[in-house]
């Protein structure tokens, strides 16, 4: 009998989801544990398995399109194999007596087959382990999944797997639309500027005015720009909705201090060079986080949270230091940011928060992080350092009460000072930060202590190796 597959409750607030993607066609064969769909929650994006066998019988709402919690999205058969799969939209059926259309479904990873008593075509899907995005950039580029050779986690394609693939000229689709020219237009200059004769009179004051005439040739023309309007994703959605909570909410105010990073980033360059065999790079982000996570036990209210019980508020002291990391999303996944939590930070190594950073953003960028990624951070960390930011201030990240911007480490003028006292100018690199704070909790000056604290032992980076 067929059975309805609805829209799950991935998250604890979602209420609405988004099909991303289709992995199924009507008629096609399903296992226990197959992935049927991307879906887009409030959080994250998902994937969604089946955990019976079957057949695939219909596809109730199209991808892009979002539903209700509960809102049936597919309908299955279970046991028998269902009929030749339907090429109509997956909303209306195909007319009576109407042969289906024979598609490509390489960006699919499939392959067509024909059956000879009907004259019509079932597709055999054929397994491809790819994320969500590496599919969706094979399909605008007309790509197959089947020629590509994924480097992600049991060989799973990711997206940089389809650009490299692209960027290597076999796109199928990108070679079939490419004009051919003809022998004439082969051997046609690109332009043939007119001969200049100025009077002699204005040559000499032309010659010192005018713009050659090749260069204003070659200067670039900027095609037209494109007013339209771009609905919003859930993620989008409960940002926005976040932030203005954040900002609205919380009695925010900002703290800044600047710390030389000479030191650390010679230590970091000296470490990278003996670990560069084991494949281990640290960034100056991961003694960011040690460095703050450590300062937490001698500053124990930047690690808590507002307890708005009404006629009971309190401040909750917490016992695990999970520091969040800001990650910024290409426009491809919606933009916007997500924040991955580095649990128990403070008893990790630099090598240990590098590997979980690292893994963490690859997994945001191509598959989408998990609910159990994104839960229970304590204090955050946005770096725009490597965008050349100098300084900037950020939205407290609730239940947070503190969240550190962190810019570039500039090359500038600093006053150096040696063993005797003496002071000379020199170039240092110096790096600003900026913590913005709730004020109902923590205060300027413990603001400012454990600003301090940090800049210590960013300044002093041995300290962070034990």
Same mark, same amino acid.
């Given at each position: ?8 409750? #991935? ?13 199924? &066609? ?91 008593? &009907? ?217 916007? #940011? ?129």
């Amino acid at each position: 009998m067929p059975s309805n597959m609805t829209m799950p409750r #991935l998250s604890d607030t979602m209420q609405v989801g988004t099909i991303i993607k289709w992995h199924v &066609t009507p008629g096609q064969k399903v296992k226990s544990g197959d992935v049927v769909a991307d879906i887009e929650t409030d959080k994250a994006t998902m994937e969604l398995q089946t955990f019976d066998d079957g057949v695939v019988e219909g596809l109730s709402v199209k991808e892009g399109q979002s539903c209700p919690v509960g809102t049936t999205i597919l309908t299955w058969e279970g046991g028998a194999v269902a009929p030749a799969a339907k090429q109509a939209d997956a909303t209306e059926p195909a007319a009576a007596g109407a042969a289906p259309a024979r598609e490509s479904v390489a960006a699919a990873g499939g392959s067509t087959i024909a059956t000879a008593s &009907t004259g019509t075509a079932t597709l055999e899907p054929e397994r491809v382990f790819a994320s969500p995005l590496a599919r969706k950039v094979a399909s605008d580029s007309g790509v197959s999944l089947k020629n590509i050779e994924g480097t992600g986690p049991s060989g799973r394609i990711v997206r940089k797997d389809v650009e490299a693939f692209i960027a290597g000229g076999a796109s199928p689709a990108a070679a079939a639309a490419a004009p051919q020219p003809s022998a004439k237009s082969e051997s046609a200059p690109i332009f043939k500027p007119k001969p200049l004769t100025p009077s002699p009179a204005k040559s000499a004051a032309a010659a010192a005015t005018s713009v050659p005439p090749i260069a204003a040739l070659m200067m670039p023309t900027l095609g037209a720009l494109e007013s339209r309007s771009v609905p919003l994703s859930n993620m989008r959605r409960t940002i926005a909705a976040r932030l203005v909570e954040s900002k609205s909410t919380v009695p925010h105010y900002q703290v800044t201090v600047s710390a030389r990073m000479d030191a650390l980033m010679a230590l970091r360059t000296q470490l990278n060079e003996q670990l560069s065999s084991q494949g281990v790079k640290l960034s100056v982000n991961d003694f960011i986080v040690r460095a703050c996570a450590l300062s937490m036990h001698a500053h124990p209210y930047i690690n808590s949270r507002w307890n708005p019980s009404r006629g009971a508020e309190s401040i909750e002291l917490l016992d695990q230091v999970n520091v969040g990391v800001a990650i910024s999303l290409g426009e491809e996944r919606g933009g916007g #940011l997500v924040v991955a939590s580095i649990r128990n930070a403070d008893q990790k190594g630099l090598r240990m928060i590098s590997g979980e950073t690292r893994a963490l953003a690859e997994k945001a960028r191509s598959k989408g992080l998990s609910i159990e990624d994104m839960s229970d951070s304590t204090f955050t960390i946005s770096n725009l350092g490597m965008y050349g930011v100098e300084h900037f201030t950020a939205i407290i990240n609730p239940p947070n009460v503190a969240i550190l911007a962190v810019g570039g480490a500039i090359e500038q003028p600093v006053v150096e000072v040696d063993a005797d006292g003496k002071k000379s100018l020199g170039i240092g690199h110096v790096m600003s930060m900026t913590m913005s704070s709730d004020h109902r909790v923590v205060d300027g000056a413990m603001a400012a202590q454990y600003l301090q604290t940090v800049k210590q032992m960013l300044e002093k980076p041995a300290t962070l190796l034990v």
